[in-house]
């Protein structure tokens, strides 16, 4: 049968690029990603019994651009 492929013209030769290159995320989602990246790299973020002051910060200021995002959504201007 005549059924399309999703092999590319070229055979493949052309490096794919990440779609997330071409895409701007929100402040929220940009401050998570840095809290989420941080925290599976960092081994006291991970440890009930350890503090990391990196991390602390990073989830600071990803709850800050939340509550922002919030506010915008709700409508408030203060």
């Given at each position: ?12 030769s052309?490096p794919r ?5 071409a895409?701007q995320?929100?402040p ?9 990246t941080?925290f ?8 009930l ?21 919030g ?5 408030e201007?203060?």
């Amino acid at each position: 049968m005549d059924e399309p492929t999703n092999n590319p013209a070229d055979g493949g030769s052309s490096p794919r690029r990440p779609v997330v290159a071409a895409v701007q995320l929100a402040p929220a989602q940009e401050a998570y990603s840095a809290y989420a990246t941080h925290f599976t790299g960092c081994g006291a973020c991970r440890d009930l019994d350890r503090t990391c002051e990196t991390g602390t910060e990073l989830w600071r200021a990803w709850r800050r651009e939340s509550d922002a995002a919030g506010r915008l959504l709700r409508g408030e201007t203060a």
